[in-house]
């Protein structure tokens, strides 16, 4: 079936530091969400992305989704001690709209 | 407006007890999935509904969960009888339905966090 791949499982950085997580389909995927789950939390929204080759930004946050449209990635510029969380992808099959796939996540950890 | 809204928000039960968790979803959102999350995991979905109708239970247990939202609205999942293996957080989430082919962003409430002893 259907996998979404997430890498790496765990990163520990330094308050200051870039991070990124990075997320690959077994199948082309028609769009891909980003969430953030902080520890004790639930999963919060932060981006979809849709169009092959497409970058977004939100701050210090840069979301891209490959030209195939089989990956994509999450990089934080300088983080913060407000990062720490798991940060989760979830792709949509392109045969298969409104079931979202879920990557087991990127757990992030900030030293201040 | 208020979010999606879960209840209890933690149970503690033993095992062969059953149990069940309720959700009130974003008021307007057609859509509502219960997703169950064990500790360290990505959200595994166990239910959508769009409306009152289940449109994808395959990862449902059906021996032991069953789910209802007979009015299109909240909705009930519960587990008869609970095994040690079934406690985690059990999420509820709901989408608005719109009208174009693209996934729809989930907004996500609390949790209930099950412990079977």
């Known amino acids: 079936g259907q996998q979404v791949m997430q890498i790496p499982q765990y990163q520990h950085v330094q308050e200051g530091e870039d991070f990124t997580t990075y997320c690959n389909s077994s199948t082309t995927l028609s769009n891909i969400q980003w969430y953030k789950q902080r520890p004790g939390g639930h999963p919060v929204f932060l981006i979809q992305?849709?169009?092959s080759g497409e970058v977004k930004k939100q701050k210090r946050l840069t979301f891209q989704f490959g030209e195939a449209k089989k990956n994509s990635s999450l990089h934080i510029t300088a983080t913060q001690t407000t990062d720490v969380g798991t940060y989760f992808c979830a792709g949509n099959n392109a045969g298969n709209n409104r079931k979202l796939i879920w990557g087991l996540g990127t757990s992030l950890a900030v030293n201040p | 407006e208020a979010g999606v809204v879960q209840s209890p928000r933690y149970k503690i039960i033993e095992k062969k007890q059953p149990v069940a968790f309720w959700c009130n979803p974003i008021?307007?959102?057609?859509?509502l999935y219960w997703y169950r999350q064990n500790l360290g995991q990505g959200p595994e979905l166990l239910i959508r509904?769009?409306?009152?109708?289940?449109?994808?239970d395959s990862q449902l247990p059906k021996d032991r969960f069953s789910a209802e939202r007979l009015k299109g609205v909240d909705s009930t999942l519960k587990i008869q009888p609970a095994e040690l293996g079934d406690s985690a957080v059990y999420l509820c989430?709901?989408?608005?339905?719109?009208?174009?082919?693209?996934?729809?962003?989930?907004?996500f409430g609390p949790g209930t966090r099950l412990t079977v002893l």
């Open positions: 008021s307007g959102h057609n859509t």
């Open positions: 992305l849709v169009k």
């Open positions: 989430a709901s989408s608005p339905q719109r009208g174009d082919s693209s996934t729809d962003t989930q907004y």
């Open positions: 509904y769009e409306n009152e109708e289940a449109v994808d």
